[in-house]
């Protein structure tokens, strides 16, 4: 059985000029999620990116949900050349099973957006 997890960080976890330097276009997503399925214990993966938040989701299996949320930390974090302020400022949440899900129903909803 897999279960669905999610690394992120948004207008409530961290500063616009972070956010800034932590964004993907459009381009750079497809190419993310192609490396992401790559790596072990990932086998599906999204990524949304937006002005306010930077969310990476995947699946992985039921009994490897921390070395999977460790594999997207790792990634979010290795993929822009941030310097070691801006790596501790980075402060993700991290949620797997049925937090994942109801936050992205959240969000596609617009209840965790930065304005209703």
Do not use: W
């Amino acid at each position: 059985m897999r279960e669905i997890i999610l690394i992120g960080i948004n207008h409530k976890t961290a500063p616009v000029e972070l956010r800034e330097c932590i964004a993907f276009s459009k381009d750079e997503a497809v190419t993310a999620t192609e490396a992401l399925r790559g790596r072990p214990h990932i086998h599906e993966s999204l990524l949304y990116s937006t002005c306010n938040r930077v969310e990476l989701y995947s699946s992985c299996e039921h009994d490897d949900p921390h070395e999977a949320l460790a594999a997207l930390h790792h990634y979010l974090l290795g993929h822009f050349d941030l310097t070691a302020d801006q790596r501790e400022a980075v402060t993700c949440y991290r949620l797997s099973h049925a937090d994942a899900v109801r936050h992205l129903f959240r969000v596609v909803s617009g209840l965790d957006s930065m304005v209703l």
